[in-house]
Structures are given as C-alpha cells and as structure tokens.
C-alpha cells in the first residue's frame, strides 16, 4: 500500500472518482468535502499529498494553501478553474497544477511523481 492521500471537493461524485483512481493505484485515500474540514484533518494527520479543489464553499483552495500545517503537504490544485484562475495560488504557494479533465494518466504521472520525491 502506497500512502494516504487527501481529497479535498464540495463535489461527492468527484472525490469518489478520484478515490476509486487512487485506490487503483494502491493508494488509501480520505475525503474532505471542504475546505475547514480539510484542515482538520491535516493538523489530525500528515497527509504526504492533497488534491485540493480551488472553487468551494466556504474556504477556497487559497485559502487553504494560506493555511497549511507544517509540515506541509505537496498540494496539486485538481480543479476545473482555469490556469488564470489560479495563476496568484500557483505564485504565491509551492504547489501543482492539475486541471479535472486531465484524464486519469495525469493523475497517475503527476501522484507517482510527487510521491517519489517526497521528504517526509
């Protein structure tokens, strides 16, 4: 078993997706369907990578990143907003961008890598 990743989108059927893809890949995985729950969990547990949705209720994605626990977790924001959207996140914070129509190969290529190099 690989290790656990966190999921982090208001939307049920997404997280579940993505769940079943990182499961397939011998990765456990646990949800968070928002932003403050997310960062309850991650002062709970280490999480060596989050898949942080930008566009949710409550705290964005940003706002998570503005957030993080240390040690911080690798962030890859997998989301549906543009690269525009984003692009002030993507300064600001050390993370990755992924947009949710990628396609699992992506997911698969940018999860490995990062688990790879991680520090932790």
């Given at each position: ?15 579940q ?21 997310a ?19 409550g ?62």
């Amino acid at each position: 078993m690989n290790g656990r990743i966190l999921i982090v989108d208001d939307d049920h059927d997404w997280r579940q997706f993505v769940r079943y893809a990182l499961e397939d890949l011998g990765y456990e995985a646990a949800e968070a369907s928002n932003g403050a729950e997310a960062l309850a969990m991650m002062h709970r547990e280490h999480f060596p990578i989050v898949l942080l949705d930008e566009g949710m209720p409550g705290l964005s994605g940003t706002e998570v990143l503005e957030r993080l626990p240390e040690p911080a977790p690798r962030i890859v924001l997998l989301t549906s907003a543009p690269a525009e959207r984003v692009r002030d996140a993507l300064s600001r914070h050390p993370c990755y961008y992924l947009p949710k129509d990628a396609g699992p190969d992506a997911l698969t290529l940018i999860v490995r890598s990062l688990e790879s190099h991680d520090p932790h």
